[in-house]
């Protein structure tokens, strides 16, 4: 059978979808696969992610289209994938996700120690900003758009002095360039970074269970804790929220980091549970936040976004 798999016409999504191709293709050798390439909101506003108040920006479209039958199925950047998604749809798939770690890509090879004070370094994520100015209030981010490549360029051309981007892209992209890891506690990771979602019709049972050969468990149980997490809090890219599940064994850490706008209050939860229970993990450590006031944190986001965004 010949599946067609939509997806971002980016690079680093091509990369990823033609990834799960080879997965597949490896499980299923009777069959084809062609990727779609779909523009989506989030490839034509050109403003800073945070300030975009509407959520699957870079995903609407695509699964409008697994939705429409215009395709079998669509394969996204998990994070990028709301916890709610459309009624006639399901995620079917996570494959094996990659490394969770943020790193920082410099021009002249600093670790986050070791910048020199009033060095310029550019995200597009709050979490990430917020957390950097935490750990360095000596120097300034700023908001940065474009592809990986497009910001690793700006850093050789001296634009910035540095980027911080998830080590997943750099390695599915397969760049050959220097970098210095950070550790989650660095900087606390997105819920759902380095996994991938592939999300189908939840009536196409045939394509469901093409796509399961490749679903990895110890993943799939590890998103679930976060994403359940994201939904009990309703967290987004405009909240500055880090979430990281890990499997130790039969059981599973789920620790969470919450920061103020501004970087001066912060809420941080770990607990652990069974792992094959993620959402009651989520849903616990979630109950916990709201306790440790969460919702304090949020105070005054919007006019701190629009103020970091002026930069």
């Known amino acids: 059978m010949k599946y067609l798999i939509g997806t971002r016409g980016s690079q680093l999504s091509i990369a990823q979808t033609k990834w799960v191709i080879s997965e597949l293709q490896k499980q299923n050798p009777e069959d084809s696969f062609e990727i779609v390439a779909i523009t989506t909101k989030g490839d034509t506003d050109a403003r800073p992610l945070f300030t ?7 995903e609407k479209e695509v699964d409008r289209a697994v939705s429409e039958k215009r395709v079998h199925f669509a394969v996204h ?3 990028d994938v709301p916890t709610e998604i ?3 749809l399901t995620i079917a798939c996570i494959p094996k996700r990659e490394k969770v770690n943020d790193i920082l890509i410099s021009k002249n090879d600093d670790t986050l120690e070791s910048l020199p004070t009033g060095a ?4 597009s994520s709050l979490r990430r900003a917020v957390q950097i100015s935490r750990k360095r209030p000596d120097i300034k981010v700023k908001p940065i758009r474009g592809n990986i490549e497009t910001r690793v360029r700006k850093v050789t051309e001296g634009e910035f002095d540095g980027v911080i981007l998830a080590i997943a892209g750099i390695t599915r992209l397969g760049l050959d360039t220097k970098y210095s890891m950070l550790t989650t506690d660095d900087l606390s990771p997105s819920p759902g970074q380095g996994a991938l979602a592939i999300v189908c019709r939840k009536d196409d049972s045939q394509t469901i269970s093409m796509l399961k050969k490749i679903e990895d468990t110890t993943s799939r149980w590890e998103i679930e804790a976060e994403r359940a997490l994201s939904k009990y809090v309703d967290s987004g890219c405009r909240f500055p929220i880090g979430a990281y599940a890990k499997s130790y064994g039969e059981s599973m850490t789920l620790k969470v980091s919450a920061f103020s706008v501004d970087g001066q209050k ?5 607990k652990s549970g069974p792992r094959d229970e993620p959402e009651s993990l989520g849903r616990i450590v979630g109950k916990e936040l709201q306790e440790k006031g969460i919702a304090d944190l949020a105070l005054n986001w919007r006019e701190k976004v629009e103020e970091w965004n002026k930069q």
């Open 77 to 79: 950047s998990l994070k």
């Open 52 to 58: 975009i108040d509407q959520k699957g920006i870079f």
């Open 120 to 123: 310029l370094i550019g995200t």
């Open 266 to 270: 912060s809420v941080v939860v770990q």
């Open 86 to 88: 459309s009624a006639d």
